[in-house]
């Protein structure tokens, strides 16, 4: 299978817990994206990277959520001090993205579900 | 950010009946994206519209992006109980999507 691969699945964690998540996106993707989906809500962007560099963060990402993506290939995004609210499925996509070709469809992983209690 | 905006956010409809869904914008965008998501599932490329009055078609399934580049519509023809899920419009700017809360088609078999 050659698409976005997550892990883990899913996750349950005490509240003040950290955790941290990975994503394999499709080798030959150079963007990759992370976003979070309440229920009833589309998916939510938190932050992307092009190669290793993370070009956008969203305003609304606490200081609690850090991404890296060391290598440009896969990437990991922590959640520190986990709060209630962080409950969510955590989606994360890749996408090929050239200057003179412009931006093409992204590829959406599985997700990782976390719970908070 | 662009937002965009989907109403209603369900909508019931008989197997073999047509479903039109619309995405509404104030502002102009230069391009937007369809996905779908089945229950449980991830969000799925469906199409991307990028020139004003642009129509698309995939099967029974026909997108089209408006001439002010304001809206953008979803129409499926004959639905199947295999339609279910729900369909995202997201407008990109500099590579990051914007989804809309997004329209739960549900079909009576």
């Known amino acids: 299978d050659t698409g976005v691969s997550q892990d883990p699945r899913h996750k349950i964690t005490k509240r003040g817990q950290n955790v941290t998540f990975r994503c394999d996106p499709i080798s030959e993707h150079n963007r990759l994206y992370w976003y979070r989906q309440t229920l009833g809500q589309g998916p939510e962007f938190l932050t992307y990277f092009q190669n290793e560099a993370q070009l956008e963060k969203s305003r609304l990402l606490s200081d609690r959520f850090s991404a890296e993506r060391p290598k440009g290939s896969f990437s990991t995004l922590e959640i520190q001090r986990t709060e209630q609210g962080d409950s969510a499925m955590y989606l994360c996509?890749?996408?090929?993205?050239?200057?003179?070709?412009?931006?093409?469809?992204?590829?959406f992983g599985p997700g990782t579900r976390l719970t908070v209690t | 950010g662009q937002q965009v905006m989907q109403i209603p956010q369900y909508q019931h409809v008989q197997e073999g009946e047509d479903f039109t869904t619309y995405c509404n914008s104030s502002t102009t965008l230069s391009n937007i994206q369809w996905y779908k998501q089945r229950p449980g599932g991830h969000p799925v490329f469906l199409i991307q519209l990028v020139k004003s009055g642009e129509v698309k078609k995939q099967k029974r399934l026909t997108f089209q992006f408006g001439e002010a580049k304001k809206n953008s519509s979803l129409h499926i023809t004959a639905t199947q109980t295999t339609d279910v899920g729900t369909y995202f419009c997201a407008p990109g700017a500099n590579s990051k999507l914007t989804f809309g809360k997004g329209i739960t088609l549900s079909v009576r078999p």
């Open positions: 996509a890749s996408s090929y993205y050239h200057v003179a070709a412009g931006v093409y469809e992204q590829y």
